[in-house]
């Protein structure tokens, strides 16, 4: 009967095998590409049967649930890296700033300066994507694609380092196109860092660019 850390080792496996096929089939090395598992709403001992396991990159979406479990996880191992991939409220950038060592929603000058002033008052200043709305949906975050060269210039000219650009498709559609075009921006805007590709794509992701995938349930369910 297999244990809980047999079953992480096992699904993470089959990703890492997933991204090795990606990254080869792009002529690409699997080494370039961070592996960033999902944990929101994951118990802290899923978490930790996963860092068992050999995983070191974790992903929060909201902040309050994060310092609610990480703190002590990270107490516990040193060495975890944290991620924040939901969209940032500007009255919770103090403890995003203090929590993560990158955000991957920076979408507005206004939250990038609130960043720049929580990094000076904590001392510490986390990598920064900026997130894109390739799909120029309402709903969702991310900087037009028309204003991204005005952000991705206030970020460079910050105390925060330019980790690179993040988007997240539009439901219901073949996400290639929208990582082909996230790459194309990339290259045109000088910028190596690609968050891009879940669960369901992130093979896709590999194939057109992604130096970081956010997986979350293959990670922790079967």
Do not use: C
């Amino acid at each position: 009967m297999s244990t809980p850390l047999d079953d992480a080792a096992r699904r993470r496996g089959l990703i890492l095998d997933g991204i090795g096929q990606a990254a080869k089939a792009a002529r690409r090395e699997a080494s370039d590409v961070r592996l960033i598992a999902i944990s929101k709403t994951r118990s802290a001992d899923e978490i930790t049967s996963l860092i068992a396991a050999g995983q070191i990159e974790f992903g929060e979406s909201r902040v309050q649930e994060a310092q609610a479990k990480w703190p002590a996880l990270r107490a516990a191992h040193p060495g975890i890296r944290l991620h924040l991939i939901g969209r940032l409220q500007s009255n919770k950038a103090p403890e995003a700033v203090e929590l993560f060592d990158t955000i991957h929603s920076l979408d507005r000058a206004s939250l990038l300066d609130t960043l720049v002033s929580a990094a000076d008052k904590v001392g510490r200043a986390p990598s920064v994507y900026a997130q894109v709305n390739i799909g120029e949906e309402e709903q969702k975050g991310g900087v037009a694609i028309a204003g991204l060269p005005a952000l991705l210039d206030l970020l460079r000219r910050s105390p925060l380092p330019l980790a690179g650009l993040m988007a997240i498709p539009p439901n219901g559609f073949e996400p290639g196109p929208y990582f082909a075009l996230l790459a194309k921006l990339a290259q045109r805007h000088g910028v190596e860092g690609l968050s891009m590709g879940m669960s369901a794509d992130y093979q896709t992701a590999v194939m057109l660019g992604a130096t970081a995938v956010r997986v979350g349930s293959a990670l922790f369910e079967d």
